[in-house]
């Protein structure tokens, strides 16, 4: 099973909003709602911010909402702010497995 | 509240074992599955296998498929992880993860075990 792709890095200004895609096939991302997202800041442990491609667990900002079209999942941050910057990780449920994204950097400008 | 208690960081041998326990407090433990996730240095998460909460299931990634145990104790509330025939690209910080049943939703992460082989 294949990492889903995601853009290496994506940047922005504090208060803006990015977006970052998540690309897996019909069998994966396409396939169900089991897509989740994770922030992980360097040395910790991940963190999940959405689940169910739009559900946000107890505790998550609301700046943070996910979506999904086809094969692809997207994560957008509203509101940038400089404690966003960290590495986001896409997950998705694949044939009784899961995969996760390749991995996108955001830098806060 | 939910804890996710991992073993100690291991140094191994190439061709050696290695098993990282992850021991689960503050729910009710057979009522959810755990996983295993791991990052090499610098790279991404990879996904390695689950249990389920019962024990009596798993599934593996193919790439770990037969290298790969994962087992749970109920009497102690702990999961271990076996990985076998140890090369220096297992190097890597290893995570469990606990995943409430049916949700596909990795909501409490254990601290991580760094598992470093060198000779």
């Known amino acids: 099973q294949s990492a889903l792709t995601q853009p290496a890095s994506v940047s922005g200004s504090p208060g803006q909003s990015i977006t970052i895609s998540c690309t897996g096939t019909?069998?994966?991302?396409?396939?169900?709602?089991?897509v989740s997202w994770y922030q992980q800041h360097p040395g910790k442990a991940p963190k999940v911010l959405i689940y169910?491609?739009?559900k946000r667990p107890s505790g998550i900002s609301n700046r943070f909402s996910g979506s999904k079209s086809g094969n692809t999942a997207s994560l957008t941050i509203s509101g940038l702010q400089a404690e966003d910057e960290a590495d986001y990780y896409c997950?998705?449920?694949?044939?009784?497995?899961?995969?996760f994204g390749t991995g996108t950097k955001v830098t806060v400008l | 509240q939910v804890q996710l208690v991992q073993s100690g960081a291991e140094v191994k041998e190439p061709g050696a074992s290695v098993k990282v326990s992850c021991k689960a407090s503050g729910y009710i433990f057979s009522n959810d599955y755990i996983h295993w996730v791991r990052q090499a240095p610098g790279q991404g998460l990879e996904w390695m296998g689950v249990i389920s909460p019962s024990g009596d299931s798993t599934s593996y990634t193919q790439r770990f498929q037969d290298r790969v145990t994962v087992t749970r104790d109920t009497s102690t509330s702990t999961v271990y992880m076996e990985l076998s025939s140890l090369r220096s690209e297992d190097t890597a910080v290893y995570y469990c993860?606990?995943?409430?049943?049916?949700?596909?939703?990795?909501?409490?992460w254990g601290q991580g075990a760094l598992v470093t082989v060198s000779s």
């Open positions: 993860a606990r995943e409430p049943r049916g949700s596909g939703n990795f909501d409490f």
């Open positions: 997950c998705s449920y694949v044939s009784s497995s899961f995969v």
């Open positions: 019909s069998s994966d991302v396409g396939g169900h709602n089991f």
């Open positions: 169910e491609v739009s």
